[in-house]
């Protein structure tokens, strides 16, 4: 495979809402550039970019695919993501390594929430771009409302520089309006289009396309603006220079059309991205900092020093871990040998190659700006630098959020048991969006994603890959337990049997503390009436005795504990009795001190269409939550509200069936607040439930 200077590379992400057709797109980029032999299809399961098990079974992306078509000797990279909400976390990831995004669009559906949330990512990285309105041979397509939509979101920047010929399923070519031609393609062939004369129904529309482009490539160059002024319009040469220059400084998103499943526009699309787009080499230095914490700034040049930010990682089961990286500076050699920042281990690159799908094509060397896989590197995971070990830099990783859903998750035999902390770590590796934990309250382990589709995935990977059963469970609920009123009370533990006795008696004073504050315990015994070397074991029977709790076995928190007077027996008293004896007092003291349950409370913010707004405020509003505030952005309305985890197990799901999956949401935990009498009856009813059951099983 022939190497690419930077200069000669376009870096592009394909971005949009799930089902816009990005697969579909980069699959016809490959079979017009005769990287494949036949046009492949998500609905097939044969996709180049989607060759994930679980991709193929569900038919979406899941995580973002790597391929490369060689045209009009340049080499465009595509970095095919995913556009449903759970798996977004994978497509912001991915976005570090592009240097433009073509952002999708269904000519059916228009502007979707997700494809707001991809521009915004886009906009985070700065990233140039252009809109491709998809899917106009289907039934109910509308290029104009499509562009409507558009433009409603993204503003009058996004302006045509083509025109569809023909609707619905007599669709069958475009006309540029840049250089007022029309092509026209043969549905499933090859991706070229003939030129023939526009249209005559078209041809006031397309004049009128064309001024208006005209027009905006001028508004922001005084040399343009005053040529335009001078002639009434522009040359094609000057009109393609401008229009070069306005779409990297993000001051124009063009949009282009056409149908990437029937493969018409793809030659013109590649020849637009291969102009206009800006190659790496063009990109600013690229930030990162030194070992002393000192930021630098690397441009993207062959001659600056070698370095890498890897920015995806696949747990392969049989290739083992294959790294995907971005080369910022320098050239990569096979067999080069490079420093990780992060770990300092020295990694050797066997085999460098580019990725087209699954497929590793192998290559000499990969230049700064080209993106290159490698596969058994020991200890680099996403997110790491490698670099020359003279000139160590390190690059700044891609923020994701927390997970918004966590289930827990238990082995179904002792031998998956055994085989589970492995494989969810490779799992790990490869999706950063993801955390696995034990909750030290609940002793449960815990798998939180974005959602629960994504754990679901992250399930059925477990037992495809490595033959690892488990099951999920919503997690228990991490309740508390505190005081809410002073009580004063006394502990005495005594027993008598043959030889020595055990003596132990306090008087102590148990207040609520603010929320928060956990525990504090105070010695206020004077003159003796406890000895001072006992005080220590009047504290530890109170912590021991309200971790178990006191209502429903949950953990007791945010009190104070005071002891104050007590006595002892110069032969009878040990540390073990007055434990004993605290023991008491704290559940004595507890019947007093007006106890109550808390329930973690979560924060919660959902990003849906307007018109669900009043559906998802009554709905939040049946599960204790408070709303919290709300902005519209676009047709999106962002809700921030909290709400009891415990009404939130189920969201997900609900989300999803009143908003016919077109919202998303995310969730972080925020205080304790004290549960609703009803609602904690029944959890304590539940709790003593569970405790009768145990003892009778042990019985």
Not at 652 to 681: C, K, W
Request: a negative charge; charged letters at 25%.
């Amino acid at each position: 495979m022939k190497v690419y200077e930077g200069s000669d590379i376009r870096n592009i992400a394909l971005i949009g809402h799930g089902h816009s057709g990005k697969t579909s797109l980069a699959s016809g980029f490959l079979y017009t550039a005769g990287a494949t032999n036949r046009l492949t299809r998500v609905d097939e399961g044969n996709a180049v970019t989607d060759f994930d098990d679980e991709e193929i079974q569900r038919k979406l992306s899941i995580s973002t695919g790597l391929a490369f078509a060689e045209w009009a000797k340049k080499k465009i990279n595509l970095i095919d993501t995913p556009g449903f909400n759970i798996f977004l976390n994978d497509t912001k990831a991915a976005l570090v390594a592009a240097d433009a995004a073509l952002v999708v669009v269904d000519g059916v559906a228009g502007v979707e929430v997700q494809t707001e949330k991809v521009w915004s990512f886009a906009d985070e990285f700065n990233l140039p771009r252009a809109i491709f309105i998809n899917k106009l041979d289907r039934e109910r397509s509308s290029f104009d409302r499509a562009l409507a939509s558009v433009q409603q979101v993204f503003g009058r920047l996004a302006i045509p520089v083509q025109l569809p010929i023909g609707a619905e399923k007599e669709f069958k070519g475009v006309v540029d309006v840049i250089r007022m031609k029309a092509y026209t393609f043969t549905m499933d062939g090859d991706g070229k289009g003939k030129e023939s004369p526009i249209p005559e129904d078209l041809a006031e529309a397309a004049q009128k396309a064309h001024e208006a482009l005209v027009e905006m490539v001028a508004e922001g160059n005084d040399a343009l603006m005053e040529e335009f002024f001078d002639k009434g319009t522009l040359p094609v040469e000057h009109i393609m220079d401008g229009l070069r220059q306005t779409i990297r400084e993000r001051r124009i998103y063009p949009v282009l059309c056409g149908s990437a499943l029937h493969n018409v526009g793809s030659d013109l699309l590649m020849n637009f991205v291969v102009e206009n787009f800006p190659a790496p080499t063009e990109h600013e230095p690229i930030p990162g900092k030194v070992n002393g914490g000192a930021e630098v700034q690397r441009s993207i040049k062959d001659s600056e020093p070698v370095s890498a930010f890897v920015f995806k990682t696949i747990a392969d089961p049989f290739a083992g871990r294959v790294t995907y990286f971005k080369v910022i500076s320098g050239v990569i050699k096979n067999d080069a040998n490079l420093v990780n920042a992060r770990s300092g281990a020295t990694e050797r690159l066997a085999h460098v190659g580019c990725l087209e799908g699954k497929t590793l094509q192998p290559v000499t060397d990969i230049r700064a700006g080209d993106i290159g896989a490698v596969a058994k590197l020991k200890e680099t995971v996403t997110g790491d630098t490698l670099c020359d070990k003279p000139s160590l830099i390190s690059y700044y990783p891609v923020h994701l959020p927390e997970p918004s859903i966590a289930f827990a998750i238990s082995a179904k035999s002792r031998q998956d048991e055994d085989r589970l902390g492995n494989a969810v770590q490779r799992i790990l590796e490869e999706d950063q969006s993801l955390r696995f934990y034990r909750d030290p309250q609940t002793k449960e382990f815990l798998l939180a994603g974005s959602g629960q589709q994504h754990v679901e995935v992250i399930v059925s990977r477990l037992k495809k890959r490595y033959g690892v059963d488990v099951e999920l469970h919503a997690p228990k609920i991490p309740y508390r337990e505190t005081v809410r009123g002073k009580s004063e009370v006394q502990g005495r533990h005594k027993k008598q049997t043959g030889g020595h006795g055990q003596f132990g008696d306090c008087w102590i004073r148990i207040e609520p503390l603010a929320r928060g504050a956990k525990f504090e315990f105070a010695n206020e015994v004077f003159g003796g009436a406890i000895p001072r070397n006992f005080i220590p074991a009047v504290e530890k029977g109170i912590v021991e005795a309200a971790a178990n709790g006191f209502l429903a076995g949950y953990p007791v928190v945010d009190f104070k504990v005071t002891v104050y007077d007590g006595s002892y027996h110069d032969v009878d008293s040990s540390e073990m009795a007055f434990k004993l004896a605290a023991r008491k007092a704290f559940k004595a003291g507890m019947q007093q001190a007006k106890p109550a349950l808390l329930e973690p409370v979560m924060n919660v913010e959902i990003q849906a269409p307007v018109e669900y707004a009043g559906d998802l405020m009554g709905d939040l509003n049946s599960r204790r939550g408070r709303i919290q505030g709300m902005d519209i952005k676009g047709t999106t309305q962002i809700i921030r509200a909290q709400a009891p985890m415990s009404e939130m197990l189920t969201y997900q799901n609900d989300l999803i069936s009143m908003t016919q999956g077109r919202a998303s949401y995310q969730m972080e935990f925020d205080h304790y607040d004290y549960v609703p009498q009803l609602q904690a009856d029944k959890v304590i009813a539940a709790a003593k439930a569970a405790k009768t059951g145990e003892e009778e099983e042990e019985e």
